[in-house]
């Protein structure tokens, strides 16, 4: 029970924020709609019962007229139902997709937000593979909700509405046993009570494992699916490497995990389904087996056996909703715990972002980026790099080496302010746009035009602009592809990717850009023209580089190294002064 409440009440906080947002109108006004359709579908159901009696009375009593006429009002009740079905399912429909509509954009909001998704994987805590989250938990939360929820009321309801007509015909069709009439007020009911009560109990011994086997099996699907998109991803170097066996071998261990699981919710599905099955097929005979005796002894007209065979089935199905529910509830409830996990994931990522005690992106008092007190850890707590009273100076371009590990591309995300890792500020002009390049630039997958562009829209930047651009840094031959549709980073090679990097940010002209061996795949005459031509075009930008190239020091007016200091890296401990070119100096 205590599980049920905690699962319900988590239901109920991902859920109600969407009926109190913007589209709650029309939220709510589906949802009541789809009540009340609800209602008159159990509606319809209590007047086929009645009719049922009816029909089937004057077919014993050879009734042409009534039999007629019954036949009229079934078409007319029919029709009702089958338009109520069709709208049930319209307007059921509308309301997921609105829904998800809703949920997909609050959590890709909360995921893509000041680099929350980043955080949320450098924690690595319960959100694996957020695409299974977005995509499919999201659509199969709000599918199952309202199925669960609309077939609970209809349930509610229904046993209520056939709860009189079973007592009536429990009096109208008394229990008959050995020639003798039995007194026992509304024993077709309590019949049906005491048989769901024994199938519920049964059912949720059989089949409480299937909450915790689905979970698994949806997590290991995601985890086999993740694999696989990696590996067509780094398609090349698993080719170069002829690393195809690896691969396949790794694929088919969790593959394997995938299966292993699957035989097991195999196991638990076929006790749940024998049971259920047989659970079933006994609730129709049951009612038939107490109403014979009456029925042979002349008490009761078929009309009212069919009549307490219905309504008998109806409470009985009923009551046992969780019976014919627990696969739905069992994979419901995981998927619920899913979306919970994921929820506090963003917002553990989010509380690690504010933390007055991590590192903290504050507005610099003059025009330069400041370390004031800058300490950067590892996600373990381990220290990495250190800097005090250290700072970017405007229109300088600077230098930052060290051995590769001692955290120069952690450091440039701290300052980027995607690093929560430490204590201390990161003090940055106000109003200052920033830029970072890595060594391998992420590329979306799209037109060419709105790869170079990102993360700009196209609009900001006309085709002739781009063209210029590409040109400038040594890529004409992508000019007239502007158009094309591709996968950009499988398309072209590392080289290329670090000159549509650098084209990217002669479009966007940052006042600071900091490049992360973001030259490291060019040669060096290369590497020296696009080094030219950025102080050329972007004559305002602060360039600060990381680089393991002696001539990069002529491209820069300083150069600072991470000295080691005991267990951390000091930055600017030791620097000096870099040999820049005429050309290059500012």
Not at 88 to 115: C, F, K, S
Not at 335 to 362: C, H, W, Y
Request: with cysteine; hydrophobic share 45%.
């Amino acid at each position: 029970m205590k599980n049920i409440s905690a699962t319900l009440a988590i239901v109920w906080r991902i859920a109600a924020p969407y009926f109190r947002s913007e589209d709650k109108w029309a939220g709510r006004g589906l949802l009541a709609v789809i009540i009340v359709i609800e209602l008159a579908m159990v509606g319809g159901s209590v007047l086929i019962n009645q009719w049922r009696a009816r029909f089937y009375n004057a077919l014993q009593d050879r009734d042409w007229n009534g039999f007629s006429r019954e036949l009229v009002v079934f078409c007319v009740i029919a029709a009702g139902l089958v338009l109520l079905q069709i709208y049930r399912l319209y307007l059921n429909q509308w309301l997921q997709i609105r829904w998800r509509r809703w949920l997909t954009t609050h959590y890709l909001g909360g995921w893509l937000q000041d680099a929350n998704h980043y955080r949320m994987q450098l924690r690595g805590d319960a959100a694996d593979n957020p695409d299974q989250r977005v995509s499919d938990d999201v659509k199969m939360f709000v599918e199952q909700t309202l199925s669960i929820g609309t077939g609970l009321l209809n349930s509610l309801v229904t046993i209520f509405s056939f709860l009189f007509i079973l007592w009536n015909l429990s009096e109208a069709a008394p229990l008959h046993a050995f020639g003798h009439d039995l007194t026992i007020p509304g024993y077709l009911l309590w019949a049906a009570l005491i048989y769901a009560i024994f199938g519920t109990a049964l059912t949720h011994w059989i089949g409480k494992p299937l909450v915790n086997l689905n979970f698994a099996q949806q997590r290991l699907e995601a985890d086999f699916r993740f694999n696989l998109v990696r590996v067509r991803e780094n398609g090349e170097q698993i080719a170069l490497l002829k690393g195809e066996p690896s691969e396949r071998e790794r694929l088919l261990v969790r593959f394997g995990r995938v299966m292993g699981n699957w035989y097991e919710l195999m196991t638990r599905t076929k006790r749940l389904t024998a049971f259920t099955g047989s659970y079933s097929q006994a609730s129709v005979v049951i009612p038939v087996i107490l109403c014979a005796p009456a029925y042979f002894a002349g008490k009761i007209q078929l009309g009212a056996v069919t009549q307490t065979l219905e309504a008998f089935g109806n409470v009985q199905d009923s009551l046992s909703f969780f019976v014919s529910t627990y696969r739905s509830l069992a994979e419901w409830r995981s998927i619920v715990a899913r979306l919970d996990g994921f929820e506090g994931s963003i917002a553990n990522a989010r509380t690690l972002a504010d933390d007055p005690a991590s590192i903290q992106v504050e507005p610099a008092a003059d025009g330069e980026i400041a370390l004031p007190h800058l300490l950067v850890k590892l996600p373990n707590g381990a220290p990495l790099v250190a800097a005090e009273h250290f700072s970017f100076r405007a229109g300088e371009s600077t230098l930052v080496i060290g051995p590769s590990g001692s955290g120069k591309s952690t450091l440039f995300r701290a300052i980027a302010g995607i690093w929560p890792f430490g204590s201390g500020a990161v003090e940055v002009p106000a109003n200052a746009r920033l830029m970072m390049l890595p060594q391998r630039p992420y590329l979306p997958i799209g037109s060419l035009h709105d790869a170079v562009v990102y993360p700009g829209e196209a609009a900001q930047f006309d085709a002739g602009r781009v063209r210029d651009v590409l040109a400038a840094v040594g890529l004409p031959q992508l000019a007239a592809r502007l158009n094309e549709d591709a996968h950009w980073n499988r398309m072209l090679s590392l080289g290329e990717q670090q000159r549509l990097g650098l084209a990217r940010a002669l479009l966007h002209a940052p006042d600071y850009l900091f490049l992360d061996e973001a030259t490291a795949s060019l040669d060096e005459p290369s590497e020296a023209r696009l080094y030219r031509l950025l102080a050329e075009k972007l004559p305002q930008a602060t360039i600060v580089s990381i680089g393991h190239r002696s001539t990069l020091d002529a491209f820069h007016t300083r150069k600072v190294a991470l000295v080691k200091d005991g267990e951390i890296h000091v930055l600017g401990k030791g620097g000096e002064p870099a040999q820049a070119e005429p050309s290059a100096a500012r």
